[in-house]
């Protein structure tokens, strides 16, 4: 009987500890996704530009994209290499030779 009621503790311990880590990584995996991908307004936001720059960035091709039902969404990763490729310090030229 005492072996029973070990085995029961030892069963509802692991269960416990597999709902936490479910838990965990439900809650990890949300997370990364919401930090990987920006919808419209977040960009719009964090460029300070307008509804119509962020349509002309898209049907240029500067910002690539991702559409579900109507409602865009860019990468994080996406924004900051554009910004990258237009960054110029105008203290550097000849290849950031002054």
């Known amino acids: 009987m005492i072996e029973i009621i070990d085995l029961l503790m030892s069963l509802s311990q692991e269960v ?3 709902k936490a880590r479910l838990e965990v ?4 995996g949300a997370e990364k996704l919401m930090d ?5 307004q977040d960009v719009m936001q964090a460029l ?3 509804k119509r720059t962020l349509q002309t960035f898209r ?7 991702s559409k579900i039902q109507g409602k865009f969404y860019y ?4 924004i900051a290499q554009v910004l990258q490729e237009n960054y110029y310090n ?3 030229k000849n290849n950031g030779n002054k």
């Open 90 to 92: 105008h203290n550097f």
């Open 36 to 40: 990987t991908w920006l919808d419209s």
């Open 59 to 65: 049907t240029n091709g500067v910002i690539p994209f």
């Open 75 to 78: 990468k994080k990763a996406d």
């Open 48 to 50: 300070h530009i307008s």
């Open 25 to 28: 990584f439900k809650h990890n």
């Open 16 to 18: 416990k500890d597999i």
